[in-house]
């Protein structure tokens, strides 16, 4: 079993970065393909990004270009940095494993852009 907190959401003009981070407790960290997903208002969750242990990265084409995920194996934390972001943007960011796991799923830290 694991826990994961996510931080570091908060409110930003378009075209502002911000930078997430999800501190992982338990074994799941080293041995899983991570992700951040994220809904908006009304809409579906979704994948936006996600990392293999070694190091291997994927994104969303709506984020393709402007957000980096990394990870650091020894902090067991991973992080997402949001630049250019778009008023489209805003919506809840939560971290877990890719495919993602029910048991994992936390409160999420909220990213808003403002136009």
């Known amino acids: 079993q694991g826990q994961l907190v996510e931080s570091g959401g908060g409110l930003v003009q378009a075209g502002g970065s911000l930078s997430l981070s999800c501190a992982v407790s338990?074994?799941?960290?080293?041995?899983?393909?991570m992700g951040w997903y994220r809904q908006a208002p009304g809409k579906q969750r979704e994948l936006v990004a996600a990392?293999?242990?070694?190091?291997?990265?994927n994104y969303a084409d709506s984020v393709n270009g402007r957000f980096t995920i990394s990870r650091d194996n020894a902090k067991r934390t991973m992080y997402l940095q949001m630049n250019s972001l778009k008023v489209e943007d805003t919506a809840v960011y939560y971290c877990?494993?890719?495919?993602?796991?029910?048991?994992?799923w936390g409160q999420g830290t909220q990213v808003t852009v403002s136009s």
């Open positions: 338990g074994s799941i960290f080293s041995i899983n393909r």
């Open positions: 990392i293999t242990p070694g190091g291997s990265t």
């Open positions: 877990n494993t890719e495919p993602s796991r029910a048991t994992y």
